[in-house]
């Protein structure tokens, strides 16, 4: 799972001029989505869901976690409906190491992924449907500024995110920031397509 989401990927993404990555006396965050067959892993559903994302904070405090919303907001879904599936880990950013913050060079923060059907009690107004994307606690934490790439997987079809958007939220010390997404994600399929409760909002595959 790592070979896809090397560090290095990212930062060719980055110097490629895709997303520019800039400090900025503002925190901000963005990202884009994109969705392809998931050829490689299909247990985990039959998408694949590759979002690509920077942040800065705005000050010196590094990002706790990042919530992806889903656009799902007045749903009439049961909670078990949702069709979700993580690998572990679900995605990998740029990072500092706990005793070399000043560093030239960065280290490689691993994250782990979840369904929150109820949204974020850590943070106002986030109480819709989201993925939760958390560091996985290792000694390299992520910065201020940073990069990353992170990966779910789904049976339902992609569609076009909805724009203008506010669909990313990371958390940082005591603030909170929020930004745009960009791309695809996936439809809201409880409403149509039976599914099996148990299959996929707590499926994980760990390599």
Not at 42 to 65: A, R
Request: charged letters at 25%; one cysteine or more.
């Amino acid at each position: 799972m790592r070979s896809m989401l090397r560090f290095s990927s990212f930062l060719l993404i980055l110097a490629a001029g895709l997303i520019p990555l800039t400090a900025s006396a503002d925190c901000f965050i963005s990202g884009q989505s994109t969705a392809e067959l998931n050829t490689e892993y299909p247990e985990l559903g039959t998408w694949k869901y590759t979002i690509e994302l920077v942040w800065d904070s705005g000050d010196n405090h590094g990002l706790s976690h990042i919530d992806l919303l889903l656009g799902f907001a007045g749903h009439s879904c049961e909670c078990d409906e949702f069709a979700f599936g993580f690998s572990d880990p679900v995605g990998l950013s740029s990072g500092w190491g706990e005793d070399d913050r000043d560093d030239e060079e960065p280290c490689e923060v691993s994250y782990e992924g979840e369904f929150e059907c109820h949204g974020d009690p850590s943070l106002p107004n986030v109480e819709e449907p989201i993925i939760k994307f958390e560091p996985d606690g290792d000694d390299c934490e992520p910065g201020p500024i940073g990069s990353g790439i992170f990966v779910f997987y789904s049976n339902w079809e992609p569609e076009p995110v909805e724009t203008p958007n506010e669909w990313l939220v990371f958390k940082a010390a005591g603030n909170k920031c929020s930004g745009p997404l960009t791309g695809e994600l996936p439809v809201l399929g409880c409403e149509t397509v039976a599914t099996n409760p148990a299959s996929w909002t707590d499926l994980k595959l760990r390599y």
